[in-house]
């Protein structure tokens, strides 16, 4: 792939994710976070089982479980519950503004786990991209009340948004060696049962024949086919 392939490639990826955060809102209304986070992952998993039938793709053995397992864990299951609960406790903007973060928190995650040198000039770099990005916050939130809802609610995107970078400089790790369906789609079996866990201690939700159950099936369908399925694969 050419380096403008390449490039418009990234722009659509992000364009699939920037649907996460309005269906989640919507979403959020009715359904409990552990709830959307299953069916994003599930939603995801289909995705990905297609695309590798299409492609005749056949699962690797295993050779690094326990880091498939990880990644699963701290980069799906983790940012699929964090993200909708906090979006219902601060804004969909908010949410949006504060994923332009990844890259910077990649920078971070990729000196540990890939050997990566942290320059002076990129460690720079990091400091005045995350202080815009906290000054942008502060802006954003500027017109709210101050209330405990919102700060948790921040703080919930936060940690969605630094399990995003972690899986995305995992995921570089390992797929070399075990391809990258195989790991994503790991990665999507080892967060299907603790979303399943955490969707199982919520109530259902009082559904009426109106117009709330399509606007809410409808965002679902968006938050986990569009971004977690096709943004990913």
Known sequence: MTRTGATVALVGVNLLWAVQYPALAVAGRVLGPGTLAFWQ??????????????????P???????????????GIALPAVCMPWGITRSTASHAALLSLTVPLLMSLFAWPLLGERLRARTGVALGLGLAGAAMASRSELAGHSFDPRLLLGTAAILVATAGNAFYNVGAKRLAPRLGALTVLGGSY?????????????????????????????????????????????
Request: proline letters at 8%; charged letters at 15%; a positive charge.
């Open 41 to 58: 992952v599930a939603g995801g998993l289909a995705v990905v089982g297609v695309a590798g039938r299409l492609a005749g793709h056949r």
């Open 60 to 74: 690797s053995r295993y050779r690094d479980a326990r880091g498939v397992a990880l990644l699963g864990l701290l």
């Open 189 to 233: 079996l080892a967060a299907l049962p603790p979303t399943l866990l955490f969707a199982a201690t919520e109530p259902l939700p009082p559904w009426r024949a109106d117009r709330t159950v399509a606007a809410t099936l409808v965002a679902v369908l968006a938050a986990g086919v569009v971004p977690w399925g096709l943004g990913m694969v």
